[in-house]
Protein backbone atom coordinates (compact mmCIF):
# COMPACT_ATOMS: atom_id res chain seq x y z
CA UNK A 1 0.00 0.00 0.00
CA UNK A 2 1.19 3.54 -1.05
CA UNK A 3 1.85 5.58 1.68
CA UNK A 4 -0.84 8.83 2.10
CA UNK A 5 0.41 12.07 4.76
CA UNK A 6 -0.99 12.96 7.89
CA UNK A 7 -4.44 13.21 7.44
CA UNK A 8 -5.61 11.28 4.80
CA UNK A 9 -3.49 8.26 5.27
CA UNK A 10 -5.04 7.93 9.20
CA UNK A 11 -8.53 8.08 7.22
CA UNK A 12 -7.83 5.44 5.15
CA UNK A 13 -6.31 2.81 7.49
CA UNK A 14 -9.59 4.15 9.50
CA UNK A 15 -11.57 2.74 6.73
CA UNK A 16 -9.34 0.21 5.63
CA UNK A 17 -9.60 -1.43 9.25
CA UNK A 18 -13.37 -0.79 9.47
CA UNK A 19 -14.09 -2.57 6.14
CA UNK A 20 -11.67 -5.27 7.00
CA UNK A 21 -13.42 -5.96 10.77
CA UNK A 22 -17.04 -5.03 9.50
CA UNK A 23 -18.15 -5.77 6.25
CA UNK A 24 -17.77 -9.53 6.41
CA UNK A 25 -18.63 -12.46 3.63
CA UNK A 26 -21.71 -13.34 4.56
CA UNK A 27 -23.19 -9.46 4.56
CA UNK A 28 -25.15 -8.96 1.90
CA UNK A 29 -26.57 -5.38 2.27
CA UNK A 30 -24.28 -2.77 2.90
CA UNK A 31 -24.88 0.73 3.90
CA UNK A 32 -22.42 3.04 2.90
CA UNK A 33 -22.35 6.52 4.27
CA UNK A 34 -20.61 9.87 3.19
CA UNK A 35 -17.84 12.34 4.18
CA UNK A 36 -14.28 12.64 3.02
CA UNK A 37 -13.24 8.94 4.24
CA UNK A 38 -15.74 6.86 2.61
CA UNK A 39 -14.29 6.93 -0.98
CA UNK A 40 -11.73 4.67 1.29
CA UNK A 41 -14.32 2.54 2.06
CA UNK A 42 -15.61 1.69 -1.45
CA UNK A 43 -12.16 1.62 -2.50
CA UNK A 44 -11.65 -1.37 0.12
CA UNK A 45 -14.54 -2.75 -0.44
CA UNK A 46 -13.49 -3.31 -4.30
CA UNK A 47 -10.45 -5.12 -2.78
CA UNK A 48 -12.17 -7.90 -1.63
CA UNK A 49 -12.67 -8.80 -4.91
CA UNK A 50 -15.51 -9.20 -7.78
CA UNK A 51 -16.51 -12.44 -6.59
CA UNK A 52 -17.79 -11.39 -2.95
CA UNK A 53 -19.10 -8.29 -4.30
CA UNK A 54 -21.82 -9.33 -7.50
CA UNK A 55 -23.55 -10.91 -4.29
CA UNK A 56 -24.14 -7.97 -2.78
CA UNK A 57 -26.45 -4.46 -2.69
CA UNK A 58 -24.86 -1.40 -1.39
CA UNK A 59 -27.50 1.09 0.25
CA UNK A 60 -26.52 4.99 -0.33
CA UNK A 61 -26.79 6.72 2.46
CA UNK A 62 -26.44 10.56 -0.16
CA UNK A 63 -25.89 11.62 -3.21
CA UNK A 64 -22.19 11.61 -2.64
CA UNK A 65 -22.01 7.59 -1.79
CA UNK A 66 -24.52 6.66 -4.43
CA UNK A 67 -22.46 7.84 -7.11
CA UNK A 68 -19.47 6.23 -5.33
CA UNK A 69 -21.26 3.00 -5.84
CA UNK A 70 -21.97 3.44 -9.47
CA UNK A 71 -18.23 4.55 -10.25
CA UNK A 72 -17.03 1.35 -8.71
CA UNK A 73 -20.08 -0.95 -10.34
CA UNK A 74 -21.17 -2.20 -7.17
CA UNK A 75 -25.04 -3.30 -7.58
CA UNK A 76 -26.77 0.13 -6.02
CA UNK A 77 -30.46 -0.44 -3.89
CA UNK A 78 -32.77 1.92 -2.39
CA UNK A 79 -33.17 1.71 1.61
CA UNK A 80 -36.57 1.18 0.88
CA UNK A 81 -36.20 -1.96 -0.53
CA UNK A 82 -35.13 -3.80 2.21
CA UNK A 83 -36.41 -4.49 6.27
CA UNK A 84 -33.14 -4.93 7.39
CA UNK A 85 -29.22 -3.84 6.48
CA UNK A 86 -26.21 -5.96 7.44
CA UNK A 87 -23.71 -3.63 7.83
CA UNK A 88 -23.18 -0.07 7.41
CA UNK A 89 -20.05 2.26 7.57
CA UNK A 90 -20.05 6.04 8.11
CA UNK A 91 -17.81 8.63 9.12
CA UNK A 92 -17.65 10.19 12.22
CA UNK A 93 -17.21 14.23 13.23
CA UNK A 94 -15.57 13.64 16.69
CA UNK A 95 -14.86 11.15 19.54
CA UNK A 96 -15.78 11.97 23.28
CA UNK A 97 -13.68 10.82 26.01
CA UNK A 98 -16.30 11.20 28.42
CA UNK A 99 -18.14 7.95 26.97
CA UNK A 100 -16.19 4.48 27.93
CA UNK A 101 -15.81 2.45 24.43
CA UNK A 102 -16.72 1.22 21.94
CA UNK A 103 -19.70 3.85 21.49
CA UNK A 104 -17.31 7.16 21.43
CA UNK A 105 -17.87 8.73 18.45
CA UNK A 106 -20.73 11.45 17.27
CA UNK A 107 -21.73 12.37 14.18
CA UNK A 108 -23.48 15.77 14.46
CA UNK A 109 -24.32 15.37 17.95
CA UNK A 110 -25.71 11.94 17.93
CA UNK A 111 -23.27 8.87 19.22
CA UNK A 112 -22.71 5.95 16.86
O1 LIG B 1 -23.02 13.07 8.55
C1 LIG B 1 -21.81 13.06 8.45
C2 LIG B 1 -21.14 12.29 7.43
O2 LIG B 1 -21.81 11.10 7.32
C3 LIG B 1 -19.63 12.05 7.58
O3 LIG B 1 -19.38 10.70 7.59
C4 LIG B 1 -19.01 12.62 8.81
O4 LIG B 1 -19.36 13.96 8.93
C5 LIG B 1 -17.48 12.48 8.75
O5 LIG B 1 -17.02 13.06 7.57
P1 LIG B 1 -15.48 12.94 7.12
O6 LIG B 1 -15.23 11.51 6.73
O7 LIG B 1 -15.40 13.88 5.95
O8 LIG B 1 -14.65 13.37 8.27
New binding site residues.
Partial sequence: MSQLPGIEGA?RLAAYTAVDKHILPHHKIIGI??????PYVVERIMQQGTELNKGRTFIP??FQSKELIIEAGLNLGDVDQYLTIDVTI????ESVTSIAPPIRLT??GSLV
Avoid: E, N
Avoid at 33 to 38: K, R
Avoid at 90 to 93: L, Q
Fill in positions: KGSGSTVTGDGADQQ
